[in-house]
Nanobody
Framework: QVQLVESGGALVQAGGSLRVSCTAS????????MGWYRQAPGKERELVAV???????NYADSVKGRFTISSDNAKTTVYLQMNSLKPEDTAVYLC?????????????WGQGTRVTVSS
């Protein structure tokens, strides 16, 4: 069984920075992609950033130039560095990963970490 656990959510002021983390744990798994989604109150879940196993990254237009996704050397932890935060970045940030276990790939989700940006 693979689990994703996020951490790092907090209350920050507009213009500030924050880094959230997501770590995958379990046994005998291979991560293909890891990324971050967010869901604000009353809004649909949206992609924020994604990182693939070959190192490529993709960002939502709303966060380009402000957010950076990265991974640790083991590729089991993904970070989202968020700079120049805006009140509209307020949301629950959820980690998402496409993981292969026993030759079967499926999506996994973390429980989410809350980021609140005050104006």
């Amino acid at each position: 069984q693979v689990q994703l656990v996020e951490s790092g959510g907090a209350l920050v002021q507009a213009g500030g920075s924050l880094r959230v983390s997501c770590t995958a744990s379990g046994s005998n798994f291979r991560i293909k992609t890891m990324g971050w989604y967010r869901q604000a109150p009353g809004k649909e879940r949206e992609l924020v950033a994604v990182s693939t196993s070959d190192g490529s990254t993709n960002y939502a237009d709303s966060v380009k130039g402000r957010f950076t996704i990265s991974s640790d050397n083991a590729k089991t932890t993904v970070y989202l560095q968020m700079n120049s935060l805006k009140p509209e970045d307020t949301a629950v940030y959820l980690c998402n990963a496409l993981i292969e276990v026993a030759a079967i790939s499926r999506l996994y989700w973390g429980q989410g970490t809350r980021v609140t940006v005050s104006s």
